[in-house]
């Protein structure tokens, strides 16, 4: 018999697919139907009647999934298998509210247990990091927050952008130590009121020539 196997299917946003039966793969004659076909949620939050055949489930969980709340809703009678499944939580977009303890339902109706689960150091943008404890119980598939912190490329930036205001500062001091004396002298030289500053990165200072003498503040 024929087979359809190795498929993707992506949901994003938040349509209504509760009358929509959804199949990752087919095969006739008693052939693995299952086999190398994912799905991925994208930022989605729904309802779908049901997933069949599917080995991968790929999560990234949307801004307005709120805590105690279901992303994935099966209004079918049928029942998610996650058997030797991979499960995956990709990403937080950026501006979720979940933090540590919060606790959201993935899939309401599962049965099974995955071979994998991908749930730690799970990036929100740039900024920050998340850690699940993802458990299969009462026939649902849910993920708890376990801790959430900085991200380390967060942490080398500001280490970075420190760096570099440091050696800033330090090459306008060296300037200015060497050019306000040469000024200073100059400006002696000269007839009537000169006046000249510098400045660096934590303060100011001034140098002013009046009839013949100089003076610093």
């Known amino acids: 018999g024929g087979q359809a196997t190795g498929n993707k299917v992506t949901l994003a946003g938040s349509p209504n697919l509760s009358t929509v039966l959804i199949y990752g793969g087919y095969a006739e004659g008693g052939g693995n139907a299952r086999k190398g076909n994912a799905v991925v949620f994208s930022a989605y939050k729904g309802s779908v009647k049901g ?3 599917f080995t991968k489930f790929t999560f990234g969980l949307p801004k307005f999934l709120k805590d105690k709340q279901t ?28 933090k540590a303890g919060s606790k959201v339902v993935l899939v309401n109706k599962v049965k099974g247990a995955p071979k994998s689960v991908s749930a730690v150091n799970v990036k929100q943008g740039l900024t920050k990091l998340y850690d699940f404890k993802v458990t299969v119980a009462k026939g649902k598939l849910t993920a708890t927050v376990t801790r959430v912190r900085p991200s380390t490329s967060t942490k080398r930036a500001a ?15 060296n300037l200015a130590s060497q050019t306000m004396p040469i000024a200073a002298a100059a400006a002696k030289a ?11 990165g934590l303060d100011m200072a001034y140098a002013a020539h009046l009839t013949g003498r100089s003076a610093q503040y």
């Open 51 to 53: 997933l069949e055949n």
């Open 159 to 173: 280490l970075g952008m420190q760096s570099g205001l440091a050696a800033l500062n330090q090459a306008s001091d």
């Open 71 to 98: 992303m994935v809703s099966i209004k079918g009678k049928s029942t998610v298998n996650l058997n030797a499944a991979a499960l995956v939580i990709k990403d937080v977009s950026v501006g979720s509210k979940l």
């Open 190 to 200: 000269m007839p009537g009121p000169a006046f000249f500053g510098a400045s660096t």
